[in-house]
């Protein structure tokens, strides 16, 4: 069974004080480990809180913004296409309707 983080941290500190008592080790080298546990102990935290969130938000059918704006992209690219055969397209009518038609004179 996993500690709980109260009790992790308290059996941290209780383990520096012994080797800080017993000479183990010196004030600095203990504020330094205390440090670096914080630090690991911040990203741990931080990891766990980022993969709850995750499981929350795609539970309620929400997507990521990267992922949002990717599928944004990629619909505009598939519509450039149609607009310049569209354009095209109307623009050989015009002509061809512009066009007139000549009448065959008769004598």
Do not use: C
Request: avoid cysteine; hydrophobic fraction near 35%.
């Amino acid at each position: 069974m996993a500690k709980s983080p109260a009790a992790e941290l308290f059996s941290t500190l209780k383990s520096y004080a012994q080797k800080l008592s017993d000479g183990e080790r010196t004030p600095s080298e203990i504020a330094s480990a205390l440090n670096d546990w914080a630090h690991e102990s911040a990203e741990s935290v931080r990891g766990k809180i980022h993969e709850e969130v995750e499981t929350a938000v795609l539970k309620m059918g929400f997507v990521k913004r990267e992922e949002f704006d990717a599928l944004a992209r990629e619909v505009a690219s598939l519509k450039k296409p149609k607009k310049s055969t569209a354009k095209k397209t109307a623009a050989k009518k015009i002509v061809r309707k512009s066009a007139p038609k000549k009448k065959a004179v008769k004598r």
